[in-house]
């Protein structure tokens, strides 16, 4: 069946059954591994013809709605804290602003480009290996019926977050520590994501998980809240400053996601947290390629439009 | 019409003549004759196109005559624009964004259909002066780029465009569907992506013969968002914050309307 629509901001037509089938395939990963989706997404539909700001800003405004369709079916389950997540949410505002600033003093210096891109390979196929191991040895323990050890540089890594000072406890994650630590870490997290671009889930889930010891489940729902008001602040500003927000795109793409982001959540309840780690990180080794891949195979052209890293 | 179909007997009233004519004076009238013909028969439609919720590009009617000794050229040019782009290059292994290059005076859509090709119908410095072809046009574009030769951005350039749908040259593709009293019968539709931009489109019809430009016409369109698609446009760049809060407040209602239908669902 072929329904075509026109976009007002995008200025193109494309059928609306291929659109919603885009957001329900990246709301599921949205509600089954709390990541954002943009990732996937923003090139999407820079493939169907959207021009590349628009399908950025536009993506930034689904999220929006797949997040909150998924936070929501996460804090029913008990998956959400409220606490850590305005925590992070905090730091990552304010890392978030410093990134900017980055962005613009590399841009300066020049080779910004391929500072992003380089530290974007480095750091995805970093998560991704040692997640991808990490859960792969996990499971094979479980299998055997051999006790999990924790690794070595973990345990010194969680002795020195316990030192930190003005502790306090996350009574929803059944965890306790200081929450400075929360918030230098949003701050982190906030400055890459501002780099690199993206929402920022793929780094966070993994620093919920490894460096702060939540329950798999419990990062999911609490990065997809997070997320919300992040995705919130980016819309609002693509409106205010680029006119670039489809209204019309966002409001297709979200009937789909808002519904995968259920899907995804309620599979993401009956899968183990080592099955759901590394199908995560096998989703950030594939990103990652595929990056690697945009940097070492020659364009179709040496021009490209303005406004994305690729 | 009915002057059109005056003028047309008129001209085949100076075939009929053309014995008891001499050679000049036949030449004389045929030139006075054809362009009133020519240009009365050269129709565009539609003159305006509406870009609707529901709009997926479409297709210009464009017919016209042409004597059999003409080869028509017929163009499809967009409004000329500053354009600001990304430039690629290679830093050892990796291909990255090195810096930006501007073309001035480029158009942001440009169609050629020819009968023949280009070269074969008039010398390079008029098809240069009547902006036909690639070449010509890349001579009249004017490009800033730190790195790269005019030459090499403006093939890129022609490249990026016509990987969009967006620039077109397709020698041959003017070909007559019938000839009727000595005149030959065009009938042609040009594509209109959906992604074309909204504005004013000049369509050109030239006739060559003999290596020379002997006709010129040319007709106006205008694409134009209304309704639907022109409400929304003006909300998003007229008022912006307005448009920005909307689009935030309908994603959480959805995000959460459709979490709540779900657990309701799920508790049953």
Known sequence: ?310 | MNRCRKNLALYLLLFLLVPSLSTRARYRSFQEIIPVVLGEQFSVLPKQIDITFFYHGGNIQVDFLAPPEYDPVLVLEGESDSMVLNRKGRVGIFWLNLDEVELKNAPHVYHIYSSKHLSQLAPDQLLATLRLGYDALGKDIEVRSDALEKEVVFSEFVKFQERSGMYRMVNGSLQPFKRENGLEHYSFQIPISSAMPVGRYRIKLFYFYENRCVQEFSETIILQKVGFTSFITKLAFEHASLYGILAIVVAVVMGFSIGFLFSLFKRR
């Open chain 1, 1 to 310: 069946m072929h329904l075509s629509i026109y976009l007002p901001i995008a200025g193109t037509s494309v059928n609306v059954f291929l659109l919603i089938a885009l957001g329900l395939f990246v709301g599921s990963l949205s509600g089954l591994f709390g990541v954002g989706g943009g990732f996937l997404l923003t090139p999407l539909l820079i493939a169907i013809g959207i021009p590349p700001t628009v399908a950025a800003a536009s993506d930034s405004n689904q999220i929006v709605a797949a997040t909150c369709s998924g936070t929501y079916a996460h804090w029913k389950m008990g998956h959400v804290d409220i606490k850590m997540g305005l925590l992070l949410l905090t730091g990552g505002i304010c890392g978030g602003m410093l990134g900017v600033e980055i962005i613009k003093l590399l841009r300066q210096v020049g080779n910004a480009d391929f500072l992003i891109k380089i530290s974007y390979v480095l750091f995805l196929s970093l998560i991704g290996t040692f997640m991808f191991q990490e859960s792969f040895r996990t499971l094979h323990r479980y299998r055997r019926k051999r006790p999990e050890k924790p690794l070595r540089e973990e345990a010194r890594f969680h002795q020195f977050t316990q030192k930190l000072p003005l502790k306090t406890a996350f009574p929803r994650s059944g965890t306790r520590f200081s929450f400075l630590l929360p918030l230098i870490l949003g701050f982190l997290v906030g400055i890459l994501a501002a780099i690199m671009g993206l929402g920022g889930g793929f780094i966070m889930v993994p620093i919920l998980i490894y460096i702060l010891r939540l329950p798999m489940h419990m990062a999911i729902g609490t990065n997809l809240f997070q997320e919300i008001f992040l995705c919130i602040n980016v819309t609002f500003m693509q409106a205010l400053i680029n006119h670039t927000v489809d209204f019309v795109l966002a409001l297709i793409l979200l009937i789909g996601s808002t519904l995968g982001a259920q899907l995804g959540a309620a599979i993401s309840n009956r899968l183990k947290a080592d099955q759901l780690k590394i199908l995560l990180s096998a989703i950030i080794l594939l990103v990652m390629l595929n990056m690697l891949r945009g940097l070492l195979v020659p364009p179709h052209t040496l021009i490209s439009i303005k406004g994305i890293h690729s």
